[in-house]
């Protein structure tokens, strides 16, 4: 398994606050995700560009290995060639709010937002994600996947949860952990 080359990484960190940044590489090809936490709790972006060319071969927003309390607030948002955001590896209390998807997800299955995707890192259930009034640029409903995760809370905004693709998800979840038993 190849690691990852990530952009903007906020790792292990605590109580910490990102505001009025623009978070896009010049060469975004280069990259797997363009803003990562991973390990980390208590952490709010708002007021951030973040990918808005996309470009790069994952995701915009990843956050991963039981990172906890984290905001995004009044964010602009692109994916690369798989989400805007993902959400896994038994992360808890993750909250998108008055948020806009720039750019939508590249990826054959149609998914903005990704919640509960299979990580190596922690295969934990990934736990409360709170979807408040975040929209496409587009005017398109906002696509949300969920897999290994409870159900996500939605209020405004135009957001679609896709049945049939959250339960591929969820099967493909369950034989992985499966086949971590064996």
């Known amino acids: 398994m190849k690691p990852d080359t990530n952009f903007f990484i906020v790792s292990d960190e ?9 978070v896009s590489p010049p060469n975004p090809a280069d990259y797997d995700d363009i803003f990562k936490v991973s390990g980390s709790s208590n952490i709010t972006v708002r007021d951030c560009t973040i990918n ?16 906890e309390f984290v905001e995004f607030n009044w964010c ?13 590896g038994g992360s808890n209390n993750v909250t998108i709010r008055d948020s806009v998807i720039t750019r939508p997800g590249g990826n054959w299955e149609r998914v903005d937002i990704d919640i509960g995707n299979w990580s190596t890192t922690s295969p934990a259930k990934t736990g409360t994600v709170t979807i408040d009034q975040v ?17 996500p809370v939605v209020t405004g905004g135009h957001v679609h949860i896709l049945f049939w693709q959250s339960l591929g998800l969820k099967v493909y979840c369950l034989i992985r952990r499966t086949l971590l038993k064996l």
């Open 76 to 88: 602009k948002v692109g994916a690369g060639k798989k989400y805007a955001f993902t959400v896994k």
């Open 135 to 151: 929209t496409r640029a587009d005017g398109r409903p906002v696509r949300v996947r969920v897999g290994w995760a409870e159900k």
């Open 52 to 67: 808005p060319n996309g470009g790069n071969r994952e995701d915009g927003v990843d956050i991963m290995r039981y990172s």
């Open 14 to 22: 605590f109580l910490k606050e990102y505001s009025d940044l623009v």
